[in-house]
Nanobody, 126 residues
Framework: QVQLVESGGGSVQAGGSLRLSCAAS????????MGWFRQGVGKEREGIAF????????YYADSMKGRFTISQDNGKNTVHLQMNNLKPEDTAMYYC???????????????????WGQGTQVTVSS
């Protein structure tokens, strides 16, 4: 099994930045894709950004490009999500996810992932 632990959430004012981190442990050798989803109150879980952990390929939802950047610490089984110029509509619970398959632009679907973190809350005030 894979365990994922997120950190870095919090409250910021609009225009601010946050950096989320997700540390994987357990059967990390089985992971090929790690990424981030978010879910606002009353909304569906939506994909943000994903990274192929065996290389450097990254994938972003169109609406997330430009303000969000995903990266990884090679060999440390940790991915980060740098979020800049945050807006009130970015307020949500942010979840880290991992999977055995290699990420593609078509794998930003929550149902495809079987390993999830507990989530970290991001609140952006105007």
């Amino acid at each position: 099994q894979v365990q994922l632990v997120e950190s870095g959430g919090g409250s910021v004012q609009a225009g601010g930045s946050l950096r989320l981190s997700c540390a994987a442990s357990g059967y990390t050798y089985s992971i090929n894709c790690m990424g981030w989803f978010r879910q606002g109150v009353g909304k569906e879980r939506e994909g943000i950004a994903f990274i192929y952990t065996g290389g450097s390929s990254t994938y972003y939802a169109d609406s997330m490009k430009g303000r969000f950047t995903i990266s990884q610490d090679n060999g440390k089984n940790t991915v980060h999500l740098q979020m800049n110029n945050l807006k009130p509509e970015d307020t949500a619970m942010y979840y880290c996810a991992a999977a055995r398959f290699r990420c593609t632009i078509n794998t930003m679907v929550a149902a495809l992932y079987n390993s999830w973190g507990q989530g970290t809350q991001v609140t952006v005030s105007s």
